[in-house]
């Protein structure tokens, strides 16, 4: 049996500075275009990767947009036999105009809208499969024949629009573990009209980040609050929870609690946004070290 499988986006980041956001009708010229390699199963799969975890990369891609994304990936080492390529397609491509105070985003899910994610599933032959961003429909599929103790409910920002209160309900309710951010678990709150409490008594375990306060686990309804790591120089805050979850897997599959596992996710976290994510480079013995120097 294999340890992960990690549904969510490849995304190409393509980020355009400007001088000032323009108002509608209005124009301004690119001060610079710059590509990136990421989306929240890319951005994890290159921390994952690094830290040697045993996992399974769940995705699609059209063909017109990610031949070099998928080159990388695999002159990397990065097995991706289980990312789907849509032919004379293009996407996930996520636009991101800013103009250094405040930013936009425009993304264009290409054939993720399509996405027939269970179709080619290894159903029964992971400990843990984290359901991340994409077709809601498709990863209900999905969590309705999969054992409930493996499945994790991670939708990031697709919390808000992807999900409704019917969607959200079933996801929880066939899940053993939940990671949100902050804002995203009070908006899961309202979605359900509960709280964290009533959450709680459902979900075994629950991991809300907090960004640079660390984060929080709730587990069989004790809460524990797990301090976040300084950086020493920050490069790139993007991806950061992706990088934590990368961690967070990394230390459960070696064996460490959930408790100790989010600690090795702030670690992670910590390192990979001292430098471009798709860069990181650390092995899971370099993390460990830091964590040892931490608990003494």
């Keep these: 049996m294999k340890f992960l499988a990690f549904f969510g986006h490849l995304n190409i980041d393509v980020s355009i500075s400007v001088q000032s956001l323009p108002a509608p009708g209005q124009a301004t010229g690119v001060k610079q275009l710059k590509e990136k ?9 290159y921390v994952a990767h690094s830290l040697g975890l045993d996992f399974d990369l769940y995705s699609i891609v059209g063909n017109l947009s990610h031949k070099r994304y998928i080159q990388n990936l695999e002159e990397t080492g990065i097995n991706t036999e289980h990312v789907e390529i849509a032919e004379n397609e293009s996407g996930p491509v996520c636009y991101i105009p800013s103009d250094g105070k405040e930013q936009v985003a425009y993304m264009f899910q290409g054939p993720v809208n ?9 159903f029964g032959n992971y400990n843990y499969v984290n359901i991340g961003t994409g077709p ?4 209900i599929k999905i969590v309705s024949i999969e054992k409930r103790e493996r499945i994790v409910f991670d939708p990031a920002q697709e919390i808000w629009y992807n999900y409704n209160s019917e969607t959200a309900e079933y996801m929880v309710n066939h ?3 939940i990671i949100m951010n902050r804002k995203e678990y009070a908006h899961l709150l309202e979605l359900l009209n ?10 075994s375990n629950i991991v809300i980040t907090e960004g640079k306060k660390g984060a929080t686990v709730i587990q069989h309804e004790v809460e ?5 790591i300084l950086s020493n120089n920050v490069i790139d805050t993007v991806g950061a929870g992706d990088s934590f979850r990368a961690g967070l897997y990394t230390g459960l599959w070696k064996g ?5 596992a989010v600690r090795i996710g702030n670690i992670t976290a910590s390192k990979a946004i001292e430098n471009n994510i798709n860069e990181f480079n650390l092995k899971f013995d370099d993390i460990l070290k830091i964590l040892n120097s931490i608990k003494g």
């Design 114 to 122: 399509n996405w027939k994610a269970s179709k080619n599933f290894e």
């Design 37 to 45: 390699f990421a989306g929240t199963a890319g951005n994890f799969t």
């Design 194 to 203: 509960i709280s964290s409490n009533v959450l709680a008594s459902k979900v």
């Design 136 to 139: 809601v429909n498709e990863y």
């Design 175 to 177: 899940c053993n573990m």
């Design 224 to 228: 524990t609050n797990v301090p976040g």
């Design 256 to 260: 460490y609690n959930l408790v100790d």
